[in-house]
């Protein structure tokens, strides 16, 4: 099993940053796609953005351009830095990593998730 710590949420005003981060932790053998997702009140979580493990990333089109998705793989981290944040970021964001166990099951995991406010 792998289990995910998420850090860095927070209350910002609008144009502000923030820093998100979810390490994981656990038994497997390796860690494939790592991603953030959020859920706004009442609706499904949405993809954010996504990494593989040979650092290939994909965003929503909302925010292309404002926030970036790394990764530490010597650290089994991944990070969301979001810039010009704005009201309509508001949410609860999740990390969600794809792992494979050392039998060769894939899974994945979900963090806790972390409060992002942005006020305007």
């Known amino acids: 099993q792998v289990q995910l710590v998420e850090s860095g949420g927070g209350l910002v005003q609008a144009g502000g940053s923030l820093r998100l981060s979810c390490a994981a932790s656990?038994?497997?053998?390796?860690?494939?796609?790592m991603a953030w997702y959020r859920q706004f009140p009442g609706n499904q979580r949405e993809l954010v953005a996504s990494?593989?493990?040979?650092?290939?990333?994909d965003y929503v089109d909302s925010v292309k351009g404002r926030f970036t998705i790394s990764r530490d793989n010597a650290k089994n981290t991944v990070y969301l830095q979001m810039n010009t944040l704005k009201p309509e970021d508001t949410a609860v964001y999740y990390c969600?990593?794809?792992?494979?166990?050392?039998?060769?099951?894939?899974?994945?995991?979900w963090g806790q998730g972390t409060q992002v406010t942005v006020s305007s």
């Open positions: 969600n990593v794809k792992w494979t166990s050392s039998f060769g099951v894939i899974d994945d995991s």
């Open positions: 656990g038994r497997f053998f390796s860690i494939n796609v």
């Open positions: 990494i593989t493990s040979g650092g290939n990333t």
